[in-house]
């Protein structure tokens, strides 16, 4: 097998999950176990040595986390009428698929690849085996299956230990739901519209139900519509004016003058003239007559507009009407 950054082998696989089967004990393997002559006298015989490695409780919280691998995750293609625990695992380009799992009574790895091409020593990829690319949860979840189901046939059957969970539970940030990965959270959205969705399939996927992996996730809330500016457009005062100062507090209602310079007149908001004179407005630009809040009620276009050095715009308006 080479998952993850390590090389591992099926026997080193099958070791580790019959350690967590067991509570934490890791078993020694044994290739021969006894030894009998043809009259059945028992030459050599050698008992399983265990060592606890694990704290039990931990080991015990793995299983249950791998029960549910099986149930509703990428391992359903492996589920048996008792129960089970297991993981899939798919190599980078499908060069390796594998599936690990035990029951309380045994604990078998399959794994799927091929060997490197003796002249180049490229491993070929199984990208099309049968028509279709080999993942863990395909062929080998499968074969898993099979070979347990007829191992473990007459076998008394036991469950695996509830597990103590303690610590902090930690809520999971919102995820993105546009994201076809998280499209089983979005009930709006027919199934199959965001792709063709985990190969192995799911209960939940059949009832509607949310697949394991993904309880406990909310979707990002959409954020509100950003509410337009008041303001039309940006402008700036002719050389050699200065915005006139805005009164404070203003009492006449926002109607986005904040974003205009008066250049050279008084502020439409204000009911009295400005408290700070401005400067005189050069020969070039002249700022025409405007009139008050109280002569023009509402806020429109031309009263965001500093019309200085031109006309007035509703008087431009007329004369583009005439």
Not at 54 to 69: F, S
Not at 244 to 267: A, M, Q, V
Request: glycine share 10%; hydrophobic share 30%.
């Amino acid at each position: 097998l080479a998952l993850g950054t390590t090389d591992v082998t099926p026997l080193e696989m099958a070791r580790a999950y019959a350690t967590l089967a067991n509570h934490g004990m890791r078993p020694e393997p044994l290739v021969v176990e006894r030894v009998e002559t043809a009259s059945g006298e028992v030459l050599v015989e050698r008992e399983p040595r265990l060592e606890q490695v694990l704290d039990r409780n931990v080991a015990d919280t793995v299983a249950w986390i791998l029960q549910q691998n099986i149930r509703s995750g990428t391992g359903t293609g492996a589920r048996l009428p008792w129960p089970a625990m297991g993981k899939t695992g798919t190599a980078q380009s499908f060069s390796d698929a594998s599936f690990a799992g035990a029951t309380p009574e045994l604990a078998a790895v399959v794994w799927m690849g091929f060997a490197p091409d003796p002249a180049t020593g490229v491993i070929p990829t199984m990208e099309n085996v049968r028509g279709r690319s080999v993942t863990g949860g395909s062929f080998p979840a499968t074969i898993w299956r099979k070979f347990m189901t007829a191992a473990l046939n007459g076998v008394e059957h036991s469950g695996f230990s509830t597990p103590t969970l303690s610590g902090e539970v930690m809520r999971p940030e919102p995820v993105d739901c546009t994201d076809p990965r998280y499209a089983a959270l979005r009930p709006d959205i027919p199934e199959g519209e965001d792709g063709e969705g985990d190969d192995e399939g799911s209960a939940e996927q059949e009832t509607g139900e949310v697949p394991g992996h993904l309880r406990g996730l909310e979707c990002i809330e959409p954020s509100p519509e950003p509410t337009p500016s008041p303001c039309f457009v940006e402008a700036e005062c002719p050389e050699g004016q200065e915005p006139t100062p805005t009164p404070s507090p203003s009492k006449t209602p926002d109607i986005g003058l904040d974003c205009f310079p008066f250049c050279g007149r008084e502020d439409p908001r204000s009911p009295g003239p400005s408290p700070t004179p401005s400067k005189q407005p050069s020969p070039k630009a002249t700022a025409s007559p405007k009139p008050s809040p109280s002569e023009s009620p509402g806020g429109t276009e031309e009263d965001c507009f500093p019309f200085c050095d031109t006309g007035d715009a509703g008087d431009d308006e007329e004369g583009d009407d005439g």
